[in-house]
């Protein structure tokens, strides 16, 4: 979880009050998703959005246990993630298994994601900043953001982009309306969570073996209900959750 000092008491964020029918989250690594957006998964799937989860990598790097080995850690951390997808109440779960600290924004990625967008036809794409220069920002989680930005615009979009998919009953081009990324310097909107944070730190709490890591031990409800809580600060709910939100032209 990054600590920067974000100045939102100087930023007006525009408050989202839509709920999309479908809504995607992709992250790096199991627990990214509950970090960054398990507040509105939670939110939004209690209002009937339908949200669909994407793993990029296994995790198979997430341990602080020197005991510990990649092949062990890899099902432990898929079975966590499913728990805590389903805790926050995500319909669909995919898992990529890319190598932790591997990922590369190359052509074989961009086509998986390309193919997500185009399955699951979400309105709001939810996924990591590629973009922020105030802080360190793991490299999985740039090649996300970057990959995923250039799925939405123009790949999945435009038919003669990965037309192979086409092929397949049900995949047509797709447009996605907006994305909202997490971890930015310049964030511009704001989610209330308030019905989502509780969730949210259910869900983290599923990742067990994280334990001296981000999610970590109770501690981890207590600083996020303290962050979202400082991010809601001047707006009319008790917590929430900010994002750089770009919209799709025309
Ligand atoms: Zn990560």
Redesign the pocket.
Known sequence: MTTNAIPYERTQLEIIEDVPERAMVV???P??GELGAGGVIAAWSAQGCEISMITCTSGSSGSNDRSMTSDAIVPVRRSEQMRASEVAGAKHVEFLDHPDGGLEADRVFLGEMVWMIRKYRPEVVLCHDPHRFNGFN?R??RMVGTAVLDAIYPYARDHLHFPEHMEHDGIEPYKVREVLMWGSDTPNAIVDTTNGVEKQIEALHQHESQVGG?SDGPAVGDRLRERAKTVATNYPFEYGQAYRRLIARG
């Open positions: 992250f790096a690594h627990d990214d793991h999985d989680h981000l």
